[in-house]
């Protein structure tokens, strides 16, 4: 990416950022209904990263998802741009499986308010409730069974954990 596409790029996501992110607060803070209300803007967001990035993207196979089932997409990990692209442009409102070491930086703390992150510790069994729970709830859950990003771009080692 050259430098002025990299800073237009940057432009974009931090003047989005500055305005979406304050009302997905406040409504996440304010809403009894709090993703209804604020998953729209999640998905607007998400939409103008990439776009900003200059990211295109395509759907296929959408109208297969039947929504009177509950779904787990399993995703290669390739950038941390992954969660809200997926988030984007499915249907429905997700749960994203999210390694609670990650879960506590800083920077992902934010993202709570946006996107349904559910914090599993990958060495406790149990942990996979939460995925259960979400299941029950008619929601689809979306893993990164690698539980890294990838460093090549194809898929990596699948390490042992509650769904294995």
């Known amino acids: 990416m050259s430098l002025k596409r990299t800073a237009l790029a940057a432009s974009v996501i ?10 997905v607060t406040l409504l996440g803070i304010t809403s009894e209904k709090r993703w209804e209300a604020t998953d729209p803007l999640a998905k ?23 929504p009177a089932r509950n779904f787990v997409i399993v995703a290669n990990h390739q950038s941390l741009l992954d ?12 749960g994203f499986a999210v ?3 990650m879960a506590q930086k800083w920077w992902v703390k934010p993202a709570f308010h946006l996107f349904n992150l ?7 069994p149990l942990a996979l409730r939460t ?23 194809a898929l990596m080692k699948i390490y042992e954990g509650p769904g294995s």
């Open 14 to 23: 931090t003047a989005e950022t500055m305005v979406i992110g304050p009302l």
């Open 44 to 66: 607007t967001w998400a939409k103008g990263v990439l776009l900003g990035c200059g990211v295109k993207v395509g759907t296929r196979g959408l109208d297969r998802l039947d």
């Open 83 to 94: 969660g809200p692209l997926l988030s984007a442009f499915l249907p429905e409102r997700c």
């Open 99 to 101: 390694n609670t070491f």
């Open 118 to 124: 559910l914090p599993i510790d990958p060495t406790n």
């Open 131 to 153: 995925l259960v729970n979400e299941l029950k709830k008619g929601r689809m859950v979306v893993i990164f069974p690698e539980g890294r990003l990838t460093v090549t771009g």
